[in-house]
């Protein structure tokens, strides 16, 4: 092997050079081949003056064996070049040792000391500057086994200038933190580190996903403040930046103070990265930064990442929260992410106006399992196609993630906002927007947990329990699946808004605070309805379908109604709360209706048919069912209290009447049939009516359409009617009729 023994100084002004270059082995053998003698390459440089202008060169290159610095300098001032640069041969891994002298690098994304395969730097003395989008020391380790680091046998100093970086780790698994110094560093000496404000203390490099823990957070907070052993590090906390990572996963294990200028989770930056909040640990801020205007920008969000490594899945970001996250200003965020994975099994608390305590975009899946906390205007989970897709001008469409929307809700969101409405859960799905198309690759999907609860009852107004408007994707409509969730609103509130969305509930409530009116379901889709619906304030809907969505064939949706629909009284039997009103729909109702005083259990006004194969009750001046053109088939129980109508048909409708439970009480009608349009009646022979006093069973009006009733009419009151005929209307009667225990019966 050579040696070479430079003590004088070396100045390279070529591209793609070396300075000196210590490697390889020189063998003596004998005739046969076989090695009698070998011997290293090594080399020395005492008090020698190392200079490099030229890009993409090195100053000393040592592949595997061993070189000596005493003393001198080495000077990089060519782009993407190296001071020294030290790797392993096979099982040997080189010593590197620089004793005393000056390495400085001011090129352009050059690095002082570059170690790979396991080789260590030993530092001794020595002096370091880094310039600007220059790097001190880059550890790596491709084989995963073993890392490069830089190993102190005395005291060493790095003078890292702003938009230099100290340190950069890559493939790093475990906190990256522990691979820049050797075990026996810290017994041998300290690394001192001046930190230009705009530097950056380490930039590091994982492999994606949250199965090892990255960095933690109290790490970071202890090389900054000076107890990591070996690290000092001096410089304004606030001004440098003491953490960069991508694909890491960082814990975070310490209390952050977000109204912390000087805060190191805070101050860190970190992309494509899982992050998890430790359970027993906080996140608090108010919003009280103001500036330097990124730093107030990042000061209003909790976690937040965007996955834009090419080739992974959204698993390769995951954001946990397993602790508390406490925002208390305007505008501020607890999770954001996009391409990701989104848990919150702790507390997210953001209470301040116009907050979110999730925003899940870009192909995210938002799983909530924990508490969630907002105020006025506030969001619980919003999900949008990408950040920026909503605001006008939209931001560009990004080339990752599949803008496709998915939300599971298993734990609780509530509002503690008293002046605006809140929402507990928001998706939006554009077909486009000011960038562009916008093509998603799957429909808005959310899921409703068992026994999970969102509570916006102390929303003033408008209150909206989950709001969702969607578009077709590959055939399909954007849905909900409600397994049994549990709904309260406030004044005004709804429990269901949705536009372009189905749903399917298959239990759970929808409640409000006694006396308060609002919308258990507001749609223009189809729906599957299992839930109970209880809304006692005055002109209240349990289930409000006010058109058809214009993805739809057809001129008319479904909804079936299985669930017990409760209504309290109303004032005005004109203006009622209602238990299903629709205007573009079928209904198949199969549950029940209880309504109070002058409530209306069904009303519809299209063409639509009604089955109703359920049970209707209504209270005094209430009516059973309103239909207005289309089918009405009734199979099932309709009552009403006195002066209240069992139901009521007009505008071109055709009533089969096949129930068996049909009664209405004192001064009330069974069927009135108007004369709008051709009105037709049929009273099989499988139908019975029974009514008070003072009643009738059948009025007719007009003469269009036909009335034949083979209906059993049985009244026990006084003063009653069988057929009020009105205006020519003809009525064929081929029922029994019964009034053997009235009196003063027509």
Same mark, same amino acid.
């Given at each position: 092997?050579?040696?070479?023994?430079n003590?004088?100084?070396i100045?390279?002004?070529?591209?793609?050079?070396?300075?000196?270059?210590?490697k390889?082995?020189?063998?003596?053998?004998?005739?046969?081949?076989?090695?009698?003698?070998?011997?290293?390459?090594? +080399?020395?440089?005492?008090?020698?003056?190392?200079?490099?202008?030229?890009?993409?060169?090195?100053?000393?290159?040592?592949?595997g064996?061993?070189?000596?610095?005493?003393?001198?300098?080495?000077?990089i001032?060519g782009?993407?070049?190296?001071?020294?640069?030290?790797?392993?041969?096979?099982?040997?891994?080189?010593?590197?040792?620089?004793?005393?002298?000056?390495?400085?690098v001011?090129?352009?994304?050059?690095?002082?000391?570059?170690a790979?395969?396991?080789?260590? =730097?030993t530092?001794?003395?020595?002096?370091?500057?880094?310039?600007n989008n220059?790097?001190?020391?880059? $550890?790596?380790?491709?084989?995963?086994?073993d890392?490069?680091?830089?190993?102190?046998?005395?005291n060493?100093?790095?003078?890292?200038n702003? @938009?230099?970086?100290?340190f950069?780790?890559?493939g790093?698994?475990?906190?990256?933190i522990e691979?820049?110094?050797?075990?026996?560093?810290a017994?041998?000496?300290?690394?001192?580190?001046?930190?230009?404000?705009?530097s950056t203390?380490?930039?590091?490099?994982g492999n994606?996903?949250?199965s090892?823990?990255?960095?933690?957070?109290?790490?970071?907070?202890?090389l900054?403040?000076g107890?990591?052993?070996?690290?000092?590090?001096?410089?304004t906390?606030?001004?440098?930046?003491?953490f960069?990572a991508?694909r890491?996963? *960082?814990?975070?294990?310490?209390?952050?103070?977000?109204?912390?200028?000087?805060?190191?989770?805070?101050?860190?930056?970190?992309s494509?990265?899982s992050v998890?909040?430790?359970?027993?640990?906080?996140?608090?801020?108010? @919003?009280?930064?103001?500036?330097?205007?990124?730093?107030?920008?990042?000061?209003k969000?909790?976690?937040?990442?965007?996955?834009?490594?090419s080739?992974?899945?959204?698993?390769?970001?995951?954001?946990t929260?397993?602790?508390?996250?406490?925002?208390t200003?305007?505008?501020?965020?607890?999770?954001?992410?996009?391409?990701?994975?989104?848990?919150?099994?702790?507390?997210?608390?953001?209470? $301040?106006? #116009?907050?979110?305590?999730i925003?899940s975009?870009?192909?995210?899946?938002?799983?909530?399992?924990?508490?969630?906390?907002?105020?006025n205007?506030?969001?619980?989970?919003a999900?949008?196609?990408?950040?920026?897709?909503?605001?006008?001008?939209?931001?560009?469409i990004?080339?990752?993630?599949?803008?496709?929307?998915?939300?599971?809700?298993?734990?609780?969101?509530?509002?503690?906002?008293?002046t605006?409405g809140?929402?507990?859960?928001?998706a =939006?799905d554009?077909?486009?927007?000011?960038?562009?198309?916008?093509?998603?690759?799957?429909?808005?999907?959310?899921?409703?947990g068992?026994?999970?609860a969102?509570?916006?009852?102390?929303?003033?107004? #408008?209150?909206?329990?989950v709001?969702s408007k969607?578009?077709?994707?590959?055939?399909i409509?954007?849905?909900?699946?409600?397994?049994?969730?549990n709904?309260?609103? +406030?004044? +005004?509130?709804?429990?269901?808004?949705?536009?372009?969305?189905?749903?399917?509930?298959?239990?759970?409530?929808?409640?409000?605070d006694?006396?308060?009116?609002?919308?258990?379901?507001?749609?223009?889709?189809?729906? *599957?309805?299992?839930?109970?619906?209880?809304?006692?304030?005055?002109?209240?809907?349990?289930?409000?379908?006010?058109?058809?969505?214009?993805?739809?064939?057809?001129?008319l949706?479904?909804?079936?109604?299985?669930?017990?629909?409760?209504?309290?009284?109303?004032?005005?039997?004109?203006n009622?709360?209602?238990?299903?009103?629709t205007?573009?729909?079928?209904?198949?109702?199969?549950?029940?209706?209880?309504?109070?005083?002058?409530?209306?259990?069904?009303?519809?006004?299209?063409?639509g048919?009604?089955?109703?194969?359920?049970?209707?009750?209504?209270?005094?001046?209430?009516?059973?069912i309103?239909?207005k053109?289309g089918?009405?088939n009734?199979?099932?129980?309709?009552?009403?209290?006195s002066?209240?109508?069992?139901?009521?048909?007009?505008?071109?409708?055709?009533?089969?009447n096949?129930?068996?439970n049909?009664s209405?009480?004192?001064n009330?009608?069974?069927?009135?049939?108007?004369?709008?349009?051709?009105?037709?009646?049929?009273?099989?022979?499988?139908?019975?009516?029974?009514?008070?006093?003072?009643?009738?069973?059948?009025?007719?009006? $007009?003469s269009? $359409?036909t009335?034949?009733?083979?209906?059993?009419?049985?009244?026990?009151?006084?003063?009653s009617?069988?057929?009020y005929?009105?205006s020519?209307?003809?009525?064929?009667?081929?029922?029994?009729i019964?009034?053997?225990?009235?009196?003063?019966?027509?």
């Amino acid at each position: 092997g050579g040696v070479v023994e430079n003590n004088a100084d070396i100045t390279v002004n070529t591209k793609n050079s070396i300075g000196v270059a210590i490697k390889g082995i020189a063998e003596r053998t004998d005739n046969s081949g076989t090695v009698l003698e070998s011997k290293e390459s090594s +080399g020395n440089s005492n008090n020698s003056n190392i200079k490099m202008t030229g890009d993409n060169s090195i100053g000393v290159y040592n592949n595997g064996r061993l070189y000596t610095m005493n003393g001198g300098s080495i000077e990089i001032e060519g782009a993407s070049s190296t001071g020294i640069y030290a790797s392993s041969v096979g099982t040997s891994m080189g010593t590197t040792l620089v004793n005393g002298g000056t390495i400085t690098v001011s090129g352009n994304e050059s690095t002082a000391l570059y170690a790979t395969d396991g080789a260590d =730097i030993t530092l001794n003395g020595t002096v370091l500057n880094v310039g600007n989008n220059a790097l001190l020391f880059y $550890g790596g380790d491709p084989s995963g086994t073993d890392y490069s680091q830089i190993n102190l046998t005395g005291n060493a100093t790095a003078n890292i200038n702003s @938009g230099g970086t100290a340190f950069y780790i890559k493939g790093a698994t475990g906190d990256p933190i522990e691979k820049v110094l050797t075990s026996s560093s810290a017994a041998n000496g300290v690394l001192t580190l001046n930190m230009a404000s705009g530097s950056t203390l380490i930039v590091a490099e994982g492999n994606g996903g949250n199965s090892t823990i990255g960095a933690k957070v109290s790490s970071l907070s202890s090389l900054t403040s000076g107890t990591t052993p070996g690290i000092s590090v001096i410089g304004t906390s606030g001004s440098y930046t003491p953490f960069k990572a991508t694909r890491l996963h *960082l814990l975070i294990d310490k209390d952050s103070d977000f109204d912390n200028p000087a805060d190191a989770y805070l101050n860190s930056e970190f992309s494509s990265s899982s992050v998890t909040l430790d359970s027993g640990i906080t996140i608090s801020g108010s @919003g009280a930064i103001t500036s330097p205007a990124a730093l107030s920008s990042k000061s209003k969000v909790a976690i937040a990442q965007k996955n834009i490594t090419s080739g992974v899945t959204r698993n390769d970001v995951i954001l946990t929260n397993n602790g508390t996250i406490n925002f208390t200003g305007n505008e501020m965020v607890g999770i954001a992410g996009e391409n990701a994975v989104i848990l919150n099994n702790g507390k997210i608390s953001t209470i $301040g106006n #116009d907050s979110s305590a999730i925003i899940s975009a870009n192909g995210s899946i938002a799983t909530n399992n924990g508490s969630i906390l907002i105020g006025n205007k506030g969001i619980g989970i919003a999900g949008i196609n990408y950040f920026g897709a909503t605001v006008s001008p939209a931001a560009s469409i990004p080339s990752y993630g599949d803008k496709s929307i998915e939300i599971v809700h298993n734990g609780t969101i509530g509002t503690v906002g008293t002046t605006s409405g809140s929402i507990g859960i928001l998706a =939006i799905d554009l077909d486009s927007n000011t960038a562009g198309a916008i093509n998603a690759a799957n429909e808005i999907r959310i899921t409703l947990g068992n026994n999970s609860a969102i509570d916006m009852s102390k929303s003033p107004v #408008d209150g909206i329990g989950v709001y969702s408007k969607g578009i077709l994707r590959n055939g399909i409509m954007a849905n909900v699946t409600d397994n049994g969730s549990n709904i309260k609103i +406030g004044t +005004g509130g709804t429990g269901f808004y949705l536009e372009g969305t189905e749903l399917t509930a298959t239990g759970g409530i929808i409640t409000a605070d006694a006396g308060v009116a609002g919308k258990g379901i507001y749609t223009d889709s189809n729906v *599957l309805n299992n839930k109970n619906i209880t809304l006692t304030g005055d002109k209240s809907i349990g289930i409000h379908n006010y058109g058809v969505n214009s993805q739809y064939t057809g001129n008319l949706v479904n909804i079936l109604n299985t669930g017990i629909l409760t209504l309290g009284d109303s004032t005005d039997k004109n203006n009622p709360s209602i238990g299903i009103y629709t205007k573009s729909a079928n209904i198949d109702h199969q549950g029940v209706i209880n309504g109070g005083k002058k409530t209306l259990g069904i009303y519809s006004e299209t063409t639509g048919d009604v089955l109703s194969s359920g049970n209707i009750s209504v209270g005094d001046e209430g009516t059973g069912i309103l239909k207005k053109s289309g089918m009405l088939n009734i199979t099932g129980t309709v009552a009403g209290g006195s002066y209240s109508t069992a139901v009521y048909g007009d505008n071109g409708v055709s009533i089969i009447n096949n129930s068996s439970n049909i009664s209405v009480g004192d001064n009330s009608f069974g069927f009135v049939i108007m004369d709008s349009g051709t009105n037709n009646y049929t009273g099989t022979s499988a139908s019975r009516f029974e009514m008070g006093s003072n009643s009738v069973y059948l009025y007719r009006k $007009g003469s269009s $359409g036909t009335v034949n009733s083979s209906t059993s009419v049985i009244s026990s009151g006084i003063s009653s009617t069988g057929f009020y005929a009105d205006s020519n209307s003809i009525l064929n009667n081929m029922g029994f009729i019964d009034f053997s225990n009235s009196k003063g019966i027509v």
